[in-house]
């Protein structure tokens, strides 16, 4: 079975630009997650979707947004870039409450 | 405010000892608690879980404590080998849809 797929691996922005970060869930899971990795914050929780409907949000700013699809595939967009927002974003999907979730492994974006 | 502290940011064992990670956090209403770990340029890996109806979880060379009292739950490895050698999280949460994680502790083990 395949694992959560992210895609780009890295990617390098100018501040100001905007980014779109894809996740592909693992087959049959309908929850995709997506948190922050920065150095000094370990992972935060961005949002949660599950059947095209964000159910969680983190406390981020509204730069940051989400959708799912209906074949569970989601994306994150990051508008008006920061270098403080310089980070792994990980993805990870789950088949349902008390499951463990699965993690891709990151989209490395840098802003310069 | 951090709701889930891993005061330790290192940990160096040597193989074949225990190593013991832990945790603490603040929200009493947490009732759902997990370990992961994560090495350099991948995701992180589930270890294993423990619900707040139970003080312990073992699988295999994983044993997690949890002290819902103090707030506090533990990872024991036991034997430790070099390839346990990452970064260890603890999330925690009331569902497994928002975890909090805490910052992580750097467990290195040497041969």
């Known amino acids: 079975k395949a694992g959560v797929t992210q895609t780009p691996r890295y990617l390098i922005k100018t501040r100001g630009q905007q980014v779109t970060l894809s996740c592909s869930p693992i087959s049959g899971h309908r929850s995709v997650s997506w948190y922050q990795q920065t150095p000094g914050q370990g992972l935060q929780f961005l949002f949660e979707?599950?059947?095209?409907?964000?159910?969680n949000k983190g406390n981020f700013p509204g730069r940051f947004s989400g959708r799912q699809f209906s074949n569970s595939r989601s994306e994150m967009n990051v508008s008006t870039l920061e270098l403080g927002d310089s980070a792994l974003y990980l993805c990870?999907?789950?088949?349902?409450?008390?499951?463990?979730?699965?993690f891709g492994n990151g989209t490395r974006l840098t802003v310069t | 405010d951090q709701q889930v502290k891993q005061n330790s940011p290192s940990l160096s064992v040597q193989e074949g000892r225990i190593s013991i990670l832990n945790c603490d956090y603040t929200n009493s209403m947490f009732d759902y608690f997990l370990w992961y770990k994560k090495y350099p340029a991948e995701g992180p890996t589930f270890l294993i879980s423990?619900?707040?109806?139970?003080d312990k979880n073992e699988d295999g060379r994983f044993t997690v404590f949890l002290n819902k009292s103090a707030k506090h739950l533990s990872l024991h490895i036991v034997p430790s080998q070099p390839g346990d050698s990452a970064v260890y999280f603890c999330p925690v949460g009331g569902s497994n849809y928002k975890l909090t994680f805490g910052k992580g502790t750097l467990l290195t083990v040497n041969p």
């Open positions: 423990i619900s707040s109806i139970k």
């Open positions: 990870a999907s789950s088949v349902g409450e008390r499951s463990p979730l699965h």
């Open positions: 979707y599950f059947s095209e409907t964000q159910r």
